[in-house]
DNA sequence: ATGAAAGCGCTAACAT
DNA sequence: ATGTTAGCGCTTTCAT
């Protein structure tokens, strides 16, 4: 333990007998420096246990490879995929995910606000509640900030989201091939917007179709929502046979507010369809038929939105939406 | 937009008519400045939009505020949960997480010597596989590492981990209260040090009270995993009246095998027993009985370990145990 | 309590 | 291609 304090590019300037310029450009990517030389200076380096200070670096380019990921209800299973696959992608791009998980959203500006302090490289929120005024904020400080599943008439931004109008048709669509003919759906309260934006679309598309779609509320978007609501409300629901559950999570208690709670058995009585696909409805006693977004597209979209931001800050404010696919399973016919 | 250039401490030490020490110890929770200067330095600040740079403040003091969490199979619930408690504490301490999940354990050691050089205040070690050699360099560097959960014959740092022999133990006494005689126990193949170590000693308890107990192995520790080893292995075990699952993600394809693909009644033909008790064991398709551990308090432990060396590096290496409670439901008697 | 001055370790213009 | 010279924006002795 000879060495207490972390080399320097000046030690190594001197061990490669060399100048500190040329370390600093041996270890930056394009920059013009003889092979040779660099290699000299690398092999210094290794010797004495040199690696370039990320902060000091930092400071100097005012650019710090930081991205935060503002993100709420960590746990539940589609968000935790989305922020495993966001971070995956976040490092392989070379930027480092800042995990920031909203839990009251009002300690959510001042905990952003203190982000931003460390020059982010991009924010990518994929929180519910939308800190309208930080979006801003960024905006200023020229950190480009892509939302996804967000209001869109929410302020600027990127965007990465479902349309809620396609969404809500496929739903419909899927339904009715299998025969639905009384249709009901989940509409939880928190507001979401991705999510109530299509279940509105899925019973507009009903309306105009000329089906009659039952909207019974639920406290949120868990599974326990989602089982309380159908058992809440199942008078207004037991003539139907055909219900959107609005997301995956609340549909796998919609499936057990109905088989055990209320003995119905699915799909012969009423035929269920969730939306997100996660890995939970795959499972043997649920099986559910569900609507998957591609989250893996969403996440690269993403990724590649804040890149073209950071590259071009003038890029007009993009929009793309996410491919959506039926996976039938058992509880629909 | 008359300011394109972030205002620095210059600028408000301008305003203020103070000395850009006087700006730095108003922005510096301990330091000795007059409360009335430190007002009119801040109303300053405020006026003009400055806030302190993080990059310049950390190059300065040779510390970010930055932890990193190393996290495998994010996507799994007791993971998800485990990192969103995680990154709360952090950042309730005043701590960035930045989130590093381990996708191919052939890329972390890169990916975490890169992180080194962010002047890490921290590294919490959640994920599978132990990066052996990274521990000692971050050591070297006194940066404090926190291990959750991985095998203790590796180098050093704090530890904070479920005992397995206890674990073992509580989950053979839980099944043996509820009247089960002839015990089995999927063995996950991956070999985690954890899961492993306590079907081992479930195992051994079993044999040292005279009981026997078939181990099943698994192909890992996913729900498919446990449902597919007990489909496979189904001769060996169809004499047992209980089974302990290892985790409760497998726990819930061991289920589902059971009652799904074989036919077999729980808990009145076998009874079950999970470890985790994640989200999903409590869903009424499941209402699983399951060994819950305490996930706040051991994530309370790391940081504060974290902490602790932080403040005193000379702090001899800490190992605790977090505590383990049954949680009966209905598949068990 | 306050100010002056000296860095923290690096990169980037500008010469050569 | 390489070295020289300035900073990046902050904190921190050290005087006062």
């Known amino acids: 333990m000879t060495d207490h304090k972390r080399p320097t590019s000046f030690d190594v300037a001197r061990v490669a007998g060399v100048s500190r310029s040329a370390v600093s450009r041996a270890f930056t990517p394009g920059a013009s420096i003889n092979a040779q030389t660099r290699?000299?200076?690398i092999a210094?380096?290794?010797?004495?246990?040199?690696?370039?200070?990320t902060l000091a670096r930092n400071l100097q380019t005012q650019e710090s490879q930081l991205v935060a990921v503002l993100a709420s209800r960590m746990d539940s299973p589609v968000r935790a995929r989305q922020v495993k696959l966001l971070t995956h992608a976040l490092i392989k791009e070379g930027y480092r995910p800042l995990l920031l998980t909203a839990e009251s959203a009002s300690d959510v500006p001042r905990l952003l606000s203190s982000m931003l302090d460390y020059c982010l490289s991009g924010m990518i929120v994929t929180s519910d509640s939308p800190p309208d005024a930080l979006i801003e904020e960024c905006?200023?400080?020229?950190?480009?900030v892509v939302l996804i599943n967000r209001d869109p008439s929410l302020a600027g931004g990127d965007r990465v989201q479902i349309d809620p109008k396609a969404a809500g048709h496929l739903a419909f669509d899927t339904l009715r091939a299998a025969g639905v003919q009384r249709?009901?759906?989940?509409?939880?309260q928190d507001k979401t917007y991705s999510v109530a934006g299509r279940v509105l679309a899925f019973q507009a598309a009903a309306l105009h179709a000329g089906f009659d779609c039952v909207l019974i509320p639920s406290e949120g978007q868990s599974y326990d929502?989602?089982?309380?609501?159908?058992?809440?409300?199942?008078?207004?629901?037991?003539?139907c046979d055909g219900i959107f559950g609005a997301t995956d999570l609340a549909t796998c208690g919609v499936l057990d507010a109905l088989r055990h709670d209320l003995g119905r058995s699915v799909p012969s009585d009423i035929q269920v369809l969730g939306f997100d696909d996660i890995e939970q409805a795959s499972w043997g006693s649920y099986n559910m038929s569900s609507i998957k977004q591609d989250l893996e597209g969403q996440v690269s979209m993403a990724v590649a939105a804040m890149r073209q931001?950071?590259?071009?800050?003038?890029?007009?404010?993009?929009?793309?939406?996410?491919?959506?696919?039926?996976?039938?399973?058992?509880?629909?016919k």
């Open 183 to 188: 249709f009901a759906a989940i509409l939880p």
């Open 309 to 332: 931001r950071l590259t071009d800050p003038d890029t007009p404010a993009s929009l793309q939406y996410q491919t959506l696919t039926p996976v039938l399973r058992g509880t629909t």
């Open 225 to 239: 929502a989602g089982r309380q609501a159908v058992i809440k409300h199942w008078d207004q629901i037991s003539h």
């Open 39 to 41: 290699e000299k200076i």
């Open 44 to 53: 210094a380096a290794q010797d004495i246990g040199y690696r370039v200070n």
């Open 139 to 144: 905006a200023k400080l020229q950190v480009p």
